[in-house]
């Protein structure tokens, strides 16, 4: 089989469609769909299905995409072990993080690294189920989930873990509860929110606050950028959900963080990547600079009180 093909079936996966395959590849689409007609025709089984105006992946067709992925890695191996012996591999490693993920780790990152190896940072925030298919264009992709959402798919990823996030309340310092240690459910009821939007990884928390609650929370803004919604819980306009570690910077000038008693909310911040990515050098050496960078973050105790900026 020629692998020029197989990275196209495997594309085809990541991407979700011919034309998004075609405009990555930098070639026609119809050249992409000759392509991997030719690749059929080698093949017994379908490999691929029409669902609407799509074309999407059988069973058989994930299967001989994941052995592309190794074939990829293979390829990747032999290139790294040129670099490794030339000295050098001039081409930045690509990572994405959500939002409060860049807030929190991108610039201690970049002091950890010193310049070796180059990275070329992206914000990306997405739904939960396109953290995935942002590996087709990055090399790290710092992605999150509720621990009670579906785990990443590993048939074709490599997962790291880098953090399990404890979820708390932001509320404004002055609100009669900031001065407890903790919260209660019940003491929430009738409370104003601010939920990120539908799909994404934090949304579904509220409904499961509520049912502690006994209520259905009341969700006056919806907004993904967790500076900004600081800010409208600094407003004392409503409370909302926030990460405990990267969203502690933020922690200051009148807003506080509180743990939920009986309430064990948390995310999973991982990194999610290609085997050809991770058979990179350079790629394998800011991954462990992330891990390094994310182990300092959680070990640091936020300070309880409302602070100010310097």
Do not use: C
């Not at 590849?25 to 017994?44: D, E, R, W």
């Amino acid at each position: 089989m020629d692998p020029a093909r197989l990275r196209l079936l495997r594309e085809l996966g990541d991407r979700g469609s011919v034309a998004a395959v075609a405009a990555a590849m930098h070639v026609s689409a119809s050249a992409v769909s000759q392509q991997l007609a030719a690749l059929q025709a080698a093949v017994a089984v379908p490999l691929t299905v029409k669902q609407g105006r799509r074309l999407v992946l059988t069973d058989a067709g994930e299967a001989l995409a994941a052995a592309a992925s190794r074939v990829e890695q293979a390829l990747a191996d032999a290139h790294d072990a040129v670099s490794v012996y030339l000295g050098k591999d001039e081409q930045p490693v690509r990572v994405s993080a959500f939002h409060s993920a860049g807030l929190a780790f991108f610039a201690p990152l970049l002091a950890l690294l010193g310049g070796t190896p180059r990275v070329s940072l992206v914000d990306a925030d997405v739904a939960q189920d396109e953290f995935a298919g942002l590996t087709a264009d990055h090399d790290l992709v710092i992605a999150h989930r509720l621990a009670h959402d579906p785990e990443w798919p590993t048939r074709r990823l490599v997962v790291t873990p880098l953090l399990v996030e404890p979820l708390d309340v932001a509320l404004p310092a002055g609100h009669p509860l900031a001065a407890a240690p903790d919260i209660r459910p019940e003491q929430l009821r009738d409370e104003r929110w601010i939920s990120t939007h539908e799909n994404f990884p934090l949304a579904g928390v509220l409904a499961h606050l509520g049912a502690l609650i006994g209520q259905r929370p009341r969700i006056e803004h919806r907004i993904n950028e967790f500076s900004v919604a600081a800010q409208v819980v600094r407003a004392g306009a409503a409370l909302a959900v926030m990460p405990r570690t990267t969203a502690a910077p933020l922690a200051v000038d009148g807003m506080v963080l509180r743990p939920i008693v009986g309430a064990p909310f948390a995310r999973h911040v991982d990194v999610l990547a290609r085997p050809d990515a991770i058979a990179r050098g350079a790629v394998r050496a800011v991954l462990a600079a992330l891990r390094e960078v994310t182990s300092d973050a959680t070990e640091r105790k936020p300070d309880p009180r409302p602070r100010r900026r310097a």
